[in-house]
C-alpha cells in the first residue's frame, strides 16, 4: 500500500511538473526583482523570504514596499490590499469544484492560489491515473516555491546589485502577458480571453485605469453568467 502510495505521489509530481515551467522561469525573474527592490529599501533576504512565504500575495508584495517605507495608515493599506487582491474571490469561487476531495491539502491549495497557478490548474486536468488532490497539490507548491526561492536570491544578491533598478517590477505584466497568450494558443479559451479583454477595456473607459480591476472583474462575471449556456 505505501508502495502504492509513493508511485501515485511520483507520477503526480511528473504530470504536474512541466505545467509550472513557465512560471518557473517567470517566478525566479520577478522574485529575483522583489528580493532586490527590497534589498535596495534596506529590507535583507529575511524579510524577502519571509514575506513571500507569508503573504505570498505577488503584485502586493512590490505595492507593499511602497507601503513599508511610507508612513503607517492601516486603514490605506487594507483597503490597498483588498483593491489589488480582490479578484481571488472570483479565482476562489470557481475552483470549488476543481478543489472538491482534496482532503487536507485544500487549506495549502486556498492559501497559495495565485494568478499563474490558478491559471493552470483552471485550464489542465489530471491525467486518468494520477490522483488530483496530489496534481494540483504540486502544481500549487512548485510554484509558491519558485516564488520564495526567487525571492531568496533576489534578497542576497540585492547587495551586489549597483545599477538602476527602476522598472524591474514590471516583469510582474510581463508574466501576466506571457500566460494569457499560452492560453490563448487553445482555441476553447479565445472566446473567454476575448471577453476578459473587452470588459478590462470598458472598465478602464468608464472608471479609470487606478479603478479598474474590480469593475472588470464584475463585468467579466456578468458575462460569463448571462451567457454561460452558451460558453459551456
Not at 492559501?111 to 491515473?129: H, N
Not at 534578497?155 to 549597483?162: A, D
Not at 470588459?199 to 467579466?220: T, Y
Request: glycine share 8%.
Amino acid at each position: 500500500m505505501e508502495r502504492l502510495k509513493k508511485q501515485s505521489v511520483g507520477a503526480a509530481f511528473a504530470a504536474a511538473f512541466p505545467h509550472t515551467i513557465p512560471v518557473l522561469t517567470g517566478f525566479l525573474a520577478l522574485g529575483i526583482a522583489y528580493g532586490v527592490l527590497m534589498q535596495t529599501k534596506g529590507y535583507s533576504a529575511f524579510w524577502s523570504v519571509a514575506m513571500s512565504a507569508i503573504a505570498f500575495c505577488g503584485s502586493m508584495q512590490f505595492v507593499a514596499i511602497t507601503l513599508l517605507t511610507a508612513a503607517f495608515d492601516p486603514l490605506s493599506a487594507f483597503l490597498l490590499s483588498l483593491m489589488v487582491n480582490a479578484r481571488h474571490l472570483f479565482y476562489g469561487v470557481s475552483m470549488l469544484e476543481k478543489y472538491k476531495g482534496t482532503g487536507k491539502a485544500r487549506g495549502f491549495l486556498i492559501f497559495a492560489l495565485c494568478d499563474e497557478t490558478f491559471s493552470i490548474c483552471s485550464s489542465v486536468e489530471p491525467p486518468e491515473a494520477v490522483d488530483k488532490k496530489y496534481f494540483y497539490l504540486f502544481i500549487t507548491l512548485l510554484d509558491y516555491l519558485y516564488w520564495i526561492i526567487g525571492t531568496a536570491l533576489g534578497g542576497l544578491l540585492g547587495g551586489f546589485i549597483t545599477f538602476n533598478t527602476k522598472g524591474l517590477d514590471f516583469v510582474l505584466t510581463a508574466l501576466f502577458v506571457v500566460l494569457f497568450l499560452e492560453q490563448m494558443k487553445k482555441p476553447e479559451n479565445r472566446v473567454s480571453g476575448i471577453i476578459g479583454l473587452l470588459s478590462a477595456a470598458a472598465a478602464l473607459f468608464v472608471f479609470g485605469a487606478d479603478n479598474l480591476v474590480i469593475p472588470a472583474m464584475l463585468i467579466i462575471l456578468l458575462v460569463l453568467l448571462l451567457g454561460r449556456k452558451k460558453l459551456c
